[in-house]
């Protein structure tokens, strides 16, 4: 690569005595693995920097799978994340490395991705709207069209108190039948506009959500959820999964 990047650290982790082995987002070249060599050193000046959730200049080289890091330098303070708000950023992390693919360029999501650990730092009100934007806006990154306006039967306008049921690779279809796939042309529109005014259109986005990025996932769970469920008993309905 040429120049310094933007991005964020996904994940680290101990890489012999004094190394660490991160997963970057970059702002130009998504998702990269590099090596960062002696950055656990007592002498090393990055020790501090290669956290999760602190913006970073960083560049890096090599041909291989896992690059060499050049370079990092901390834009910024982290952004403050804490209690809650830190499981559901960990669960932005993980769910950014299981699904793109690495060295793939994905400018607009890293902006995506800003802006919701911005809202989940900022701690105002429930984290949940920022993550149902996040992954509404990941499923439209990879590709994954889905018409939330339209009947896929009729063609025509949904209506606010009609039901539709969710059909994969076909879109919404008007029907009696009331089930987990079922939503209402109201709870589209907020799933269409990101905007979601009260708790059913949370749920429903949330329910959407998960049924949309499932094959993405496979059925290995997340280790975020898993550390949500042990770290807070009573289960929230703000909860990361």
């Known amino acids: 690569m040429e120049g310094w990047q933007r991005a964020f650290v996904l994940h680290g982790r101990p890489y012999s005595e004094t190394s660490l082995m991160l997963d970057l987002f970059s ?3 998504g998702r990269v693995r590099v090596l960062a060599k002696g950055a656990r050193g007592k002498r090393s000046s990055l ?20 690059k060499t890091l050049r370079g990092a330098e901390p834009i910024s303070l982290a952004l403050p994340l804490t209690g ?8 932005v992390n993980e769910l950014i490395a299981r699904v793109l693919e690495q060295e793939t360029a994905f400018t607009e999501l890293f902006f995506d991705y800003l802006h919701c650990v911005q809202a989940l730092a900022a701690g105002v009100g429930s984290p949940e709207p920022a993550l149902r934007r996040f992954e509404l806006a990941m499923l439209g990154h990879l590709g994954y069209g889905v018409d939330f ?11 606010d108190d009609m039901t539709y049921i ?27 506009e990101r905007s979601f005014p009260d708790s059913e259109t949370l749920r429903a986005a949330k329910r959407f959500t998960r049924m949309a990025l499932k094959p993405y996932l496979g059925g290995k769970p997340l280790k975020s959820q898993e550390l949500f469920r042990q770290f807070v008993p009573k289960k929230r309905a703000d909860a990361p999964e």
């Open 27 to 29: 702002e130009n070249y």
């Open 47 to 66: 020790k501090g920097a290669l956290q999760p959730f602190t913006p970073l200049l960083v560049r890096w080289g090599g041909r291989g799978e896992v």
């Open 84 to 91: 809650i708000s830190l499981y559901c950023g960990l669960y």
């Open 149 to 159: 306006l339209h009947c896929a039967g009729s063609g025509e306008e949904v209506t």
């Open 166 to 192: 969710y059909r994969e690779e076909k879109g919404f279809i008007a029907s009696l039948v009331k089930s987990h796939k079922s939503f209402t042309g109201r709870e589209l529109r907020a799933l269409y």
